[in-house]
């Protein structure tokens, strides 16, 4: 396990770039605490704006602020951000191409038990909808510090998701990112797994089980879902029987969907989604939830096994 | 601008505007003429009269901040930035709505001296309330001006920027709500009354000017002029207006929301704007399109 959630990693990040450039502002909706940022409000409170449980405020002020030079992130819990604020996004973020980043804390299923008003299973599928939103799912600390050290260059809009706990390291200190351009882990064979956010690490586990059955199982981090990268999509469904895409998300709109897309449309081969399920989800922890639903790494192998199993037929 | 217009040289130029946006809304058969003609004056006078802002200006830093939250007025907010320069005016009227141009049913960043994209009500002040952040923020001594409309205060996130301007004491910024009494299903006060909105104003912490008569250039120049000098407390003028102003047929007629004008009513539109400005001693042009011209497919 990471020693830091990624969510402290961004804060990190904003700490040292505010430190050089003033302006670099935070924006929550009396989130700081559960956004790791009361730091950032601690040290920078002339750079940090509270506007209180008002999201639609929260992103239409960010939106205002950014017009006038500011460079924005706006944090708040997942769910609220890509449902309460979502015309905000629409018009005043996306629309309107203002350098406001959308941070959606403790994304998924990371609220567990308090149950479907605080799981944010629709994020990716609302945000990719939106034109010139870029949408992005970080799987570690290391990962999300150099997508906000790189988002922190540019001017156009973009939504992240991270968790609310510390995510498995996946990469190192010395990690190579290029925006926009997926992480192949490894190539395989016989099946590629394409995951994002917290489902990297686990798909990694289970090609490595894989693996060790002799299966030849490729991994990519597709931690860009909008735009995704394509050319790693095809170059995987090029060189496996199979590809299995794996998300902490509804099967609607979200990262499996644009995969089935990519490939049927540039090298047609078989895409099983594994998802959470359309519906009311059962209570528990993130883990549990996971558990309960096989986005695990047993739960990706099983399911991996089982599509090689059915071409055999 | 260079040199702001006083109250009767504001009137006079509403005036010319009401003519161009006639025009427009002719030529597209689309626009809100009902909103364009209720807020047109507090347009103009904000233009000409009280904002630090020309197309020379328009990549200025200082430079005050606008923002049409009821943006289906947008078609004014062209006529009155087309004349100000910032594009060819011509373009504007004669494009309008058509395929492929710029100038759409919203103001939108394609169109020079529009500072953001809306359209959407119920965004403006929460936008408004960012730039006036920045501002303070910058130690920067713009303002900001934000027009909304009556019906426009139904939106629930309007209470959302209302609360946080307040809460900020940001006195370099102004709300205008155009209070014409009408939207599309009928008057305000049947369809959602929004009530007293002074009181709401001032309960979120709000200094609120009352405007007796909206389409009175130099009430609202004076009431822009209270506003500029509050310390504290962020302004709203509540500018009581007539939805159609100006043209007998459309003044407080809910059909005229977005009503097209067929030939004729456009021939006693100008015809009555002109009989109008010569009252105020100036001169209107005389309508485009006759019938003949029309029918020669001059109409684009």
């Known amino acids: 396990m990471g020693t830091i959630s990624n969510r402290e990693a961004i804060c990190e990040v904003l700490l040292e770039a505010a430190r050089k450039d003033p302006d670099v502002v935070v924006a929550c909706s009396d989130s ?50 890509s449902t309460r604020s979502y015309e905000q996004a629409k018009v005043d973020v996306a629309y309107s191409r203002t350098n406001v980043t959308l941070v959606g804390i403790s994304g998924g299923v990371s609220y567990g038990a308090l149950g479907m008003t605080h799981h944010s299973c629709q994020d990716i599928a609302a945000f990719c909808a939106l034109p010139d939103m870029r949408v992005y799912l970080p799987c570690d600390r290391f990962q999300t510090k150099k997508l906000i050290q790189e ?100 099967p609607y709109g979200g990262l499996g969907s644009r ?55 | 601008m260079e040199k702001k217009m006083n109250g009767a040289q504001l009137a006079q130029k509403a005036h010319q505007l009401r003519r161009d946006i006639i025009e427009m809304i002719y030529q597209s058969k689309s626009g809100h003429v009902g909103g364009d003609l209720s807020v047109i004056d507090i347009l103009t006078t904000l233009y000409y009269g009280v904002m630090n802002v020309s197309p020379g200006q328009k990549e200025d830093p200082g430079r005050d901040r606008f923002l049409l ?34 100038f759409i049913g919203h103001p939108n960043t394609d169109v020079p001296g529009i500072e953001l994209n809306s359209g959407s009500l119920g965004h403006g002040i929460s936008v408004g309330v960012g730039m006036a952040l920045a501002a303070r923020m910058n130690g920067q001594d713009y303002r900001t ?36 009494g009408l939207q599309i299903s009928g ?50 003028v509540i500018a009581h207006t007539v939805k159609g102003k100006g043209i007998s047929f459309m003044e407080d007629n809910v059909s005229w929301h977005h009503g097209v004008m067929t030939e004729e ?8 704007l002109r009989a109008q400005a010569e009252k105020i ?18 109409h684009q």
């Not at chain 1, 950014?66 to 997942?78: E, L, N, T, Y």
């Open chain 1, 32 to 81: 700081r605490g559960s956004a790791s940022l009361a730091p950032f409000a601690k040290e920078f409170p002339q750079q940090f704006v509270e506007l209180g449980i008002a999201e639609q405020n929260l992103v239409a002020v960010s939106a205002g602020l950014a017009a006038c030079g500011k460079k924005v992130f706006a944090a708040s819990p997942a769910s609220f951000l």
């Open chain 1, 151 to 250: 988002l922190l260059t540019d001017t156009d809009p973009a939504y992240v998701r991270v968790s609310r706990s510390a995510s498995e390291d996946v990469y190192g200190e010395d990690m190579e990112f290029t925006l926009n351009r997926a992480n192949v882990l490894s190539r395989g064979s016989d099946v590629t797994i394409i995951a994002c956010g917290e489902m990297v690490s686990p798909a990694r586990e289970a090609a490595r089980a894989l693996e060790q059955e002799g299966i030849s199982a490729g991994v990519i981090d597709m931690y860009c879902l909008k735009p995704m990268d394509e050319e790693a999509v095809i170059e995987a469904a090029k060189n496996s029987k199979c590809i299995l895409t794996v998300e902490e998300h509804s």
């Open chain 1, 259 to 313: 995969v089935a897309q990519i490939v049927s449309a540039g090298c047609p081969k078989r895409v099983v989604n594994l998802a959470l399920p359309d519906g009311h989800l059962i209570a528990g922890s993130g883990p549990e939830v996971f558990r309960e639903y096989g986005l695990t790494a047993e739960g990706i192998a099983a399911k991996a096994r089982q599509m090689l199993a059915e071409s055999r037929i």
């Open chain 2, 69 to 102: 939250s009821k943006g289906h007025c947008a078609d004014a907010l062209y006529c009155v930035l087309g004349d100000c320069g910032y594009f060819d005016k011509e373009e504007a009227i004669t494009t309008f709505s058509q395929y492929g141009s710029r």
């Open chain 2, 145 to 180: 001006y934000v027009v909304c409309g009556d019906g426009e205060m139904a939106e629930g996130s309007n209470y959302e920027g209302m609360m946080a301007a307040g809460h900020f004491k940001l006195d370099n910024f102004c709300v205008t709500v155009d209070v014409n």
């Open chain 2, 187 to 236: 008057t305000t006060k049947d369809v959602m009354d929004s009530a007293e909105l002074a009181k709401k104003f001032e309960d979120f912490g709000f200094y609120v000017i009352e405007v007796e008569d909206g389409n009175d250039c130099g009430q609202l120049l004076s009431a822009y002029e209270m506003a500029g000098i509050q310390k504290g407390k962020p302004t709203a």
């Open chain 2, 265 to 272: 009513q456009y021939q006693k539109a100008v015809a009555e």
């Open chain 2, 281 to 298: 001693g100036m001169k209107l042009e005389e309508s485009r399109y006759g019938k003949e011209e029309h029918a020669n497919g001059n």
